[in-house]
């Protein structure tokens, strides 16, 4: 077990700072006109900020293999439940029969 890992604290810093700079892309996307894919972007963004969070923050990097597998079938329903949401968010706009 790597209970004794000690991560640097310029570890911690970088990815605040990415988590920083990647709050200002969501914030400048959301003012781009993508169309439907507006809420597509500002998902995958705050896919990628979690990812960082859990990765670092909540030392799942540096956590043993039933850590993992229990994070990684959190994220694959996760991936089930956004692809049925926006599923039904895009189909929306189809006319009624």
């Known amino acids: 077990m ?3 890992h000690v991560v640097p604290l310029r570890v911690y810093f970088a990815v605040f700072i990415t988590l920083l700079v990647m709050t200002g892309v969501t914030t400048w996307v959301a003012y781009i006109d993508l169309g439907v894919f507006n809420p597509v972007m500002a998902l995958v963004i705050a896919t990628f900020k ?3 969070v859990i990765l670092f923050f ?3 990097k540096y956590s043993s293999k039933l850590t993992w597998l229990v994070v990684s079938a959190a994220f694959f329903f996760l991936g089930i439940m956004l692809t049925l949401t926006m599923s039904d968010y ?3 706009a ?3 029969q």
Do not use: T
């Open 50 to 52: 979690a990812v960082l």
């Open 90 to 92: 895009l189909s929306r």
């Open 58 to 60: 909540m030392h799942v």
């Open 94 to 96: 189809w006319p009624m």
């Open 2 to 4: 790597s209970a004794n």
